[in-house]
Nanobody
Framework: EVQLVESGGGLVQAGGSLRLSCAASGFTFDDYAIGWFRQAPGKEREGVSCIGGSDGITYYADSVKGRFTISSDNAKNTVHLQMNSLNREDTAVYYC??????????????????WGQGTQVTVSS
């Protein structure tokens, strides 16, 4: 059974940092692309940052480039999202997702088959 469990969310002041983690189980980690998505109230789910399993290609949304860094620890089947210089626009529920192989569009949530339960990130001013 494929499982994705997010952790690391919380409340942080603007300018601060958080590190999200996605612990995966039930599949061969190297063969899957892993993505971080977020959804704010009243908004569509959007791709934040993603990493390909076999090729390691990464994607970052323009709004987080230079502030967020995605990394993969294959030995621990875990993907991290380091988020720095957070601002109020980063407030959302963050989800981890996985799909086998290399999706056509890493940032498209419809490409992903498995989802975690989400973790809340709240940035206060």
């Amino acid at each position: 059974e494929v499982q994705l469990v997010e952790s690391g969310g919380g409340l942080v002041q603007a300018g601060g940092s958080l590190r999200l983690s996605c612990a995966a189980s039930g599949f061969t980690f190297d063969d899957y692309a892993i993505g971080w998505f977020r959804q704010a109230p009243g908004k569509e789910r959007e791709g934040v940052s993603c990493i390909g399993g076999s090729d390691g290609i990464t994607y970052y949304a323009d709004s987080v480039k230079g502030r967020f860094t995605i990394s993969s620890d294959n030995a621990k089947n875990t993907v991290h999202l380091q988020m720095n210089s957070l601002n109020r626009e980063d407030t959302a529920v963050y989800y981890c997702a996985a799909v086998a192989g290399s999706p056509w569009d890493l940032a498209d949530p419809d490409e992903y088959d498995y989802w975690g339960q989400g973790t809340q990130v709240t940035v206060s001013s």
